[in-house]
């Protein structure tokens, strides 16, 4: 399995202005230092949890054999079944395997394939995250991010238990 952004994030969740109140900042000393924290929370807070959390692209490829164990792809007596990392998921571009559209059904962050597929390398190309506005974000991950972007400009340890609603857990 190999997972890759293919597109990033068009911007960030909060504006300079935003986080400068956050912090209770009114000076212009710290303005190049901000935008990078703030996207260190981003990255930090998507790599403990899983999800994408603004609109992104992403390139999945398979190469069988696939694993009875794996937590991604699962052979159904009539179908198969391949849950999409970095949830939630927007919309799937394509499904292909080569050069051949395979046809597939969504199911939340799934997608549902033909049996006939499952020694065939298979490669999903798909936009995940909540959204492009950070509007889009319940208001707890919101307000999550904004806690690890002071604890990283305050250089202070990071309250995970923010973010525990919000891992994504894989059972097999």
Avoid: C
């Amino acid at each position: 399995m190999r997972l890759l952004q293919k597109i990033i994030p068009q911007k960030e969740l909060f504006t300079l202005e935003e986080v400068k109140i956050f912090l209770r900042l009114s000076g212009d000393q710290e303005d190049v230092l901000l935008p990078t924290l703030l996207s260190s929370a981003r990255a930090y807070v998507e790599d403990v949890t899983q999800r994408s959390l603004l609109k992104q692209q992403w390139e999945l490829t398979l190469k069988p054999p696939y694993s009875p164990s794996s937590p991604l792809v699962r052979q159904r007596e009539k179908y198969i079944e391949i849950s999409l990392p970095r949830p939630p998921l927007m919309e799937v571009e394509s499904v292909r395997s080569k050069e051949t559209t395979i046809p597939y059904v969504i199911e939340e962050n799934k997608i549902i394939l033909s049996p006939m597929y499952w020694d065939k390398n298979i490669s999903v190309l798909y936009w995940a995250g909540y959204g492009e506005e950070s509007t889009a974000l319940p208001p707890t991950l919101r307000h999550a991010i904004l806690m690890i972007l002071r604890a990283f400009y305050d250089q202070q340890k990071v309250d995970l238990s923010l973010l525990s609603p919000f891992k994504v857990h894989h059972f097999l």
